[in-house]
């Protein structure tokens, strides 16, 4: 149990194009999801904080603006980048909390963006 | 602010050999430690968690509060145990995980 899928797996988009990327937890529901982006040979850095019929909540530094995140329902979450430059190109992975499993986290595949 | 510190961006050894990954802490509360494994073209995935206390695939990993470390341990490194190691931290309340750097670890034949 506990899966968590991504689409598209891997995305080329023009420069100033917006494009988004679902988060689905596929046999669970989960109140929160995490989105974070990962850069070549970095670690994962956290975006924000998706909870489900609420706001995003941003880490210092995050344009809430370009990455807009919507958690419409308890299986998915979105996270649209809008007007995207070659410096959005990276690896962004999303996470699912399992509410029974406190602080225990479930990952997606990743979304490879690249931004021409 | 919490951090976490993999000094080791890489770490080789052979099989058969003891590993150790190193992660070191700072949160002045009391934290939740993590290790998490991602496998080649794999997700990353949970591996072990300290409140569990748990041996999984032979992996340990104690909490020492006085040096603030959690680090991952084995007897006797396998190749398929080579991977990208994370560790990670969550504080008290709050659900989100700060990472380590990461570790890659490649276990020689």
């Known amino acids: 149990g506990a899966v968590v899928s991504q689409h598209p797996s891997r995305v080329i988009c023009k420069s100033g194009t917006s494009v988004k990327i679902e988060c689905r937890s596929l046999d669970f529901q989960a109140t929160t999801m995490f989105w974070y982006r990962q850069f070549p040979k970095q670690s994962l850095m956290l975006m924000a904080t998706?909870?489900?019929?609420?706001?995003?909540?941003?880490e210092q530094g995050v344009e809430k603006d370009k990455f807009l995140i919507n958690h419409a329902s308890l299986t998915l979450s979105t996270l649209t980048v809008t007007s995207a430059h070659p410096e959005d190109s990276s690896f962004y992975i999303c996470s699912a909390r399992v509410p029974r499993w406190v602080n225990e986290q479930f990952f997606g595949p990743g979304t490879r963006l690249t931004v021409l | 602010a919490q951090r976490v510190t993999q000094p080791e961006k890489l770490l080789s050894v052979f099989k058969g050999a003891p590993v150790e990954l190193k992660c070191n802490y700072s949160?002045?509360?009391?934290?939740?430690l993590f290790w998490y494994v991602q496998y080649s073209r794999q997700r990353l995935q949970l591996l072990l968690r300290h409140i569990s206390r748990e041996s999984i695939k032979g992996f340990t990993a104690d909490l020492n509060k006085g040096e603030t470390s959690f680090h991952l341990k084995k007897p006797f490194a396998q190749e398929e145990d080579s991977a990208m190691y994370y560790c990670?931290?969550?504080?008290?309340?709050?659900?989100?995980?700060?990472f380590g750097q990461g570790t890659r670890l490649t276990i020689n034949p």
């Open positions: 949160y002045s509360g009391s934290p939740e």
């Open positions: 990670a931290l969550s504080t008290q309340g709050a659900q989100k995980l700060v």
């Open positions: 998706s909870n489900e019929g609420s706001k995003a909540t941003y």
